[in-house]
């Protein structure tokens, strides 16, 4: 359908118009970073006039005047200012590298929401400025869903309060309350410690999947027989059959009837996974960098250890200590070592900006076995199914390299390396020879 010339200059187009995109969002993120600007001059401006004594809400006056006469001249409500002017405040005062950064075009200030969130919490400036660094050099290759647990890793090695300690304070604020919504509904919204949380959306998730593989396969049953009930057919999507069995399993102990009748025997065996990763000096007790609920955030080293003495089976991950890049990884049975290995370095899709985690990814050959592609760690790769269909049949095209990196080409030739996540959160290190191993452990940890 279309000849070669044509198809060079549609090519063409599309690059003219992703310079046109990129250019256009360096522009907006350049303006945001000018808004803060003006913004904290404003905050200046307000606190001249609130160096007077006297009671806090009198104190407070000049700010929310400064909150409303802005508020008026952009036809915001003057509470959205004031949250706007306290923002702009925090970022450039407390992350000037990261507004220097947005200023420059380098990062989009959903990437600054996730560094700000991230770091906030580390008081020292000078620990703040490492932290700032080391994020920023993710935020300029990554999204901001990579980024976020990256950037909450490097954060917990940072804070002054051990996470142990946090965790303790954080964790006696768990609690389950009600919200109501509109239409005869409403929300539960259960605040647990996280492993908890990924746990039970885990094996939610897995219930579900169980539930609507399995009407595929009984559908056509009972038609034609004269005494049965005419089949109805179930077109639940995936988050109402989850958020049922998620009701069923509270209210009733169990799942419902069509979730564990005999066609689904294994339905009540189906047991919750978290992948933890815990630095093995952490272990030792030499380290106290925290261990990580792979993909999502840090956790304290206690209960990552509690978790660990369940464990069937321990991974030792090798990495490298200063890339990060995952050299190897042992278990027991090697028959798996493989796959093992990969799920460790992948953790989830490894197209640009995808986090499919590895559970719900098929391992591709990177160069597929028909033009030679070795079974082996550096030839192979997760890909989530849209990606894996667009690898296959798009002009998308992908080369790996011995650490583990993807170089993705998109149709038009422009290139987009896709690091394995555990390289993202280590800090460049000039000084080191780079020869030594530093050992991690990493293990799925059912409960
Ligand atoms: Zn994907």
Redesign the pocket.
Known sequence: MTNSGSLAASTATVDAMLDELVEIRRGVAALQAREAAVLSRAVEVARAHADVPGPSKVRDIPMRSMAAQIGAALRVSDRTVQRQLSDALVLTERFPATWAALAAGEVSRAHVRVIVEAGLPIEDDGARAVFQEAALEVARRETPGRLKPAARLLAARLHPVPLEERHAVAARGRSVWVRDLDDGMAELIATLPAHLAHGIRDRLDQHARRVIDARGTGAAEGDGTLFDEPAVQDRRGIDEVRADVFADLLLTGHATPEVSNASMPEAEAIVAHVQVTVPVLTVLEADTTPAELTGHAPIDTATALRLAGTATGWDRVLTHPVTGTVLAVDRYRPSDQLKRTLRVRDEH?R?PG?R?PVRR?DIDHTTAREHDGPTEISNLAH??R??HTLKHHSAWRVRQTPDGILHWTSPTGRRYPDRPARTLVFVPDTGSDGDALDGGSGRDAPF
């Open positions: 899709c197209f995808c499919i990814c890909l989530c849209r990606h």
